[in-house]
């Protein structure tokens, strides 16, 4: 019954590093310019391909962010007689990135108000969604620089001057690691995210005639009792003439204890009335080829609930299966035992007010019942 939607790698905005990563390995093979350019280069291939995909429509910002970097950078190489001032091009990177990240993160609120007061603008809520996703990442990304600082700050006490292996450690190594666990990090977070809402259950949200209007979670919907309302199917379950009830669980949202229909279930989100019905059937009766039989639709309303109710009915030749169907306190109830305990406060108010229709029905089936 779960039907939230999976996060994919598009939400993975921390990929927009990865110009920026290639850019800092190569400056191990190559010169600094050589490698920015490459750099650039891979931004404007990147951007192209994943950046304005139609398949999601996420901007990327943090792409953004990279390749005005290095495009800027590329620049900069390109100018007759300038060159970068430094050696250390990955650390010079990081800095930069995280100059950017930063004022990005403070920024983002604005952005998306910006986007928001765009009326004309029909795809707000994916941006709005990619500046989010850009958000975790930053907030990653700048809290694995915020550790490489410290650690520089704590080995100057004991290893500053430092030596060419432990600068080419601080200052081209750990840069492009950050950007590479930011990446990974932020995967295992939507992988993380995805399992999580997988276990969750959502249903619909109806209107009194059954028009699907939203939905909302399963654990929800005892917190707003009967402001909206929910699909119910219902199993009345008839055998010999006679109707099976049961005391409702404890785990029911209203009337738990209550003497009712045993068989009853929130209809799932995207899932039609029949589904429901035979999914609820083979929840406790598995295995068996039981044909529920439509019955009536109404809408029950109290001040704990909200409910637009499918009422099926489904006849069980053999009693004894009832034994094994895990309801609690079960039995087999004739109508004269009904009769006498109606208005007594020993049945739920809802199967009070279906009795009426349920017991037409047992009539009906006992007087066209074919003769053994």
Avoid at 28 to 42: K, V
Avoid at 98 to 103: C, D, T
Avoid at 288 to 297: H, N, Q, V
């Amino acid at each position: 019954m779960s039907n939230k939607r999976a996060l994919t790698s598009a939400y993975n905005m921390s990929l927009g590093f990865l110009p920026v990563i290639v850019t800092m390995l190569l400056c191990e093979f190559l010169s600094e310019a050589f490698a920015t350019y490459i750099g650039a280069a891979t931004c404007l291939l990147y951007m192209q391909r994943s950046a304005f995909r139609k398949v999601t429509g996420l901007p990327n910002y943090i792409l953004f962010l990279s390749s005005t970097l290095l495009i800027g950078l590329a620049i900069i190489e390109l100018i007759p007689g300038f060159n970068l001032p430094v050696h250390d091009l990955p650390l010079l990177l990081e800095v930069i990135v995280g100059i950017s990240l930063l004022f990005f993160y403070l920024m983002h609120n604005r952005l998306v108000s910006y986007y928001l007061k765009k009326k004309k603008n029909c795809n707000r809520p994916r941006i709005t969604q990619s500046v989010e996703s850009a958000v975790v990442a930053a907030r990653i990304t700048l809290m694995l620089m915020m550790i490489h600082l410290i650690l520089m700050f704590a080995s100057i006490p004991f290893l500053y001057p430092w030596s060419e292996f432990v600068s080419w450690i601080l200052f081209r190594i750990i840069p492009p690691c950050i950007l590479i666990l930011s990446i990974l990090l932020n995967q295992v977070g939507i992988y993380y995210f995805n399992h999580v809402v997988s276990k969750q259950e959502y249903i619909p949200i109806v209107n009194t005639k059954g028009d699907v209007i939203g939905r909302t979670l399963v654990a929800d919907v005892p917190t707003y009792k009967n402001l909206y309302i929910n699909p119910v199917i219902r199993i009345a379950v008839l055998s010999q003439g006679m109707l099976y009830l049961s005391k409702r669980p404890a785990d029911r949202v209203v009337e738990q204890g209550k003497t009712d229909i045993p068989l009853e279930g929130y209809l799932g989100f995207n899932e039609k009335v029949t589904e429901g019905a035979n999914r609820l059937l083979q929840k406790h009766f598995p295995g068996l080829c039981l044909l529920p039989a439509f019955s009536l639709k109404h809408h029950y309303r109290s001040s704990e609930t909200n409910r637009l109710i499918y009422l099926f009915v489904v006849e069980i030749d053999d009693d004894s299966l009832l034994d094994h169907a895990g309801f609690e306190r079960g039995k087999l109830w004739t109508l004269h035992q009904i009769d006498q305990n109606i208005g007594q406060d020993f049945f739920s108010d809802l199967f009070e007010q279906e009795y009426d229709h349920l017991k037409e029905i047992i009539y009906i089936r006992e007087i066209y019942k074919e003769p053994s």
